[in-house]
């Protein structure tokens, strides 16, 4: 509690930095305030062994192919009753003759620095944009020992952030669940649960401001969990030496692949106050044998003759009706049950087992704990964390190739440009494909999202198809599993999660510490998917529709199609009227066989149904 006391008094706000790139030392602190080791200047370059990695994340890999760039990143904490360290990092660059003072040691034609602040408070788009407009007003000085503004910068954020409690609007901002469906669609679930499954995924994108966003808003459609589930994510030691890690000898990146020169700071890490691993980590899959990119096609989105294989129907002895709340109407029809907020009614409590501060629901899940990492930006100084044997697990990103380059290193790896998700394990990709249930609540996402693109969601801010509202079906669908994994011995609930995913989550270490402990909300929730329901053609359609647009064998077969098809037409110009007079009287043919095929004909006893054509992929 004293300590409590202490962190209130000193402000949410821990240090204001400037870091720089000189064309010798490669990325150093600049200035600090207060100073980040004591008895030394602002002026100082020393670090604390601890955040080592500070000028690495604070200006980014390939910051130079960018005039801004905005990075999150997280610090492992200086002390035990220190919890994880927020960065926020505003990149700019400036030509060097456009300054007015320009001091001895600027020899390039322009100038890479960045402002960025520590804080104790997950608030990174508030924070972002107070820094953004502090970093304008300092490059717009075009004199960088003009410090003063920096004071008051820190000044000022910890005046107007103290005592402000971890609200949504201010949590969330910056952070669009609309724009992530749109660009993901229905693999924003499976992103969902694979988070759930604590796998090492990675996301791959440039710029950082892009990588950044899209990361923390998935993590923001899990309840609490940026608010108070980051806490114990970034507990990790660095390592003391480049030669120390062979994947980047091997990798013979020099120093201009990225921003540093000095590249020196990649080492052996040991994690202070690890526990040791939880007994389900031996569920996390080993590194697949098939390392080529040819093979890492995510062959769980296809096509397959076992896609359209649903959950059998239960025994006689089990009817439906004995399902709480299920409903046998159209499978179209959701609840829509509004969940209660995270920070609603009985507010936080200090976790017993978790040692997080929970809900009355026992959210957020204590993912990011033990050893998961969440990295929102990971530098290439950092790369050895991907193999560290005291890692459980990451939810990370990065900007450089070499890590998209070594896939065995990670479970998935998400190309945010791309909209693909990289599996190569077909293990795993058996356990997130999605059943009917979970295409429904995707699909039903998806059309709020779309369908309301154009009218009053201006700024993602209304109820229905906006940000708070994609956040509370999550929050349901989140309740809803949680309640289902308690019913233990009724498989239909199971079923519409996927046997496979329940079996594997709950032998992670989020659900067991989860499930360790009574939660008193729980009692409210009714145990069964949101979208549960009998089948019907309409989900065999959308599960072909899923498999056939989403897949990359869908997408070939559509490429050939379009491509066969201009073949065609080019073939008709060349060759002439003739051919092309007769492509219109085949398809005239063509279109009186199928209107003869459309007119009503007689049944009789002899004539039984047509054998249906079999689909291949």
Not at 165 to 180: F, H, M, T, W
Not at 214 to 236: C, K, Q
Not at 604 to 614: K, N
Request: charge should be negative; proline fraction near 6%.
């Amino acid at each position: 509690m004293e300590s409590q006391g202490r962190d209130e008094m000193k402000g949410p706000v821990l240090h204001i930095v400037v870091v720089g790139f000189h064309h010798k030392k490669g990325c150093q602190v600049e200035f600090s305030y207060p100073p980040l080791m004591p008895n030394e200047g602002h002026d100082s370059s020393l670090l604390p062994e601890e955040w080592k990695y500070l000028p690495f994340l604070a200006l980014p890999d390939g910051a130079h192919n960018y005039q801004e760039d905005t990075v999150y990143f997280h610090l492992p904490p200086l002390s035990v009753d220190m919890k994880c360290v927020y960065g926020v990092s505003c990149y700019r660059q400036i030509e060097a003759k456009a300054l007015k003072v320009r001091q001895a040691d600027v020899t390039r034609e322009t100038v890479q620095k960045s402002v960025c602040v520590l804080s104790r408070v997950p608030l990174y788009g508030l924070l972002q944009a107070k820094l953004q407009l502090i970093t304008h007003a300092y490059f717009e000085e075009k004199d960088f020992s003009q410090i003063s503004i920096l004071k008051e910068l820190y000044e000022h954020m910890n005046g107007s952030l103290r005592g402000s409690a971890l609200e949504g609007s201010q949590v969330y901002l910056g952070l669009s669940p609309r724009d992530l469906i749109l660009h993901f669609q229905h693999k924003v679930l499976i992103l969902f649960k694979l988070i759930l499954l604590e796998k090492k995924v990675l996301f791959y994108v440039s710029p950082v401001n892009r990588l950044v966003g899209a990361l923390m808003t998935v993590l923001s459609l899990f309840p609490g969990m940026i608010e108070h589930g980051l806490v114990d994510s970034s507990h990790y030691k660095p390592k003391s030496s480049v030669s120390d890690d062979p994947s980047l000898v091997e990798s013979g990146l020099g120093a201009e692949e990225f921003v540093s020169v000095s590249v020196t700071d990649i080492a052996h890490a040991n994690m202070e106050a690890t526990q040791p691993a939880a007994e389900g980590d031996s569920n996390h899959l080993k590194p697949p044998s098939r390392t080529s990119p040819e093979s890492s096609e995510s062959d769980w989105e296809t096509l397959d003759p076992s896609v359209l294989e649903e959950p059998k129907e239960p025994a006689a002895g089990s009817s439906g009706s004995d399902m709480p709340d299920a409903f046998d109407s159209k499978p179209g029809t959701p609840i829509t049950v509004q969940p209660l907020g995270v920070s609603g009614q009985a507010g936080v409590i200090q976790g017993l087992v978790s040692g997080l501060e929970e809900d009355q629901y026992g959210l957020p899940l204590p993912i990011f704990t033990k050893g998961y990492l969440c990295l929102p930006y990971m530098a290439l100084q950092q790369h050895h964390l991907l193999s560290d044997v005291t890692v459980r697990g990451f939810v990370a990103g990065a900007t450089n190739i070499l890590f998209r380059q070594q896939r065995h290193l990670s479970d998935a790896i998400v190309e945010v440009e791309e909209a693909r998700i990289q599996i190569q394990d077909p293990e795993l990709r058996k356990i997130l494909s999605l059943t009917t249930a979970d295409l429904r609540f995707a699909d039903y996402l998806v059309k709020h999202v779309t369908e309301n693109r154009d009218d009053v969601f201006l700024d993602g801010t209304g109820w229905e198809g906006g940000d708070e509202w994609i956040r509370a079906q999550f929050t349901l669908y989140l309740h809803s599993l949680l309640s289902s994994a308690l019913q233990q011995d009724n498989e239909r609930l199971l079923a519409d999660y996927g046997v496979p995913f329940i079996g594997a989550w709950k032998n992670t270490h989020n659900f067991r510490v989860w499930f360790s402990n009574k939660h008193p909300g729980m009692t409210a929730i009714t145990p069964g998917h949101p979208f549960q329901g009998q089948y019907s053609v309409a989900d065999v359609k959308l599960r072909l529709s899923h498999s056939v647009q989403n897949s990359e064998r869908g997408k070939k077969i559509g490429n050939a199609m379009i491509t066969t098809s201009r073949s065609v037409v080019q073939t008709g110009k060349a060759v002439g009227q003739s051919v092309g007079g007769a492509l219109t009287s085949a398809k005239s043919a063509m279109s009186s066989w199928f209107s003869t095929l459309a007119q009503p004909q007689p049944l009789t006893p002899s004539s039984g149904p047509e054998p249906a054509s079999e689909v291949k992929p």
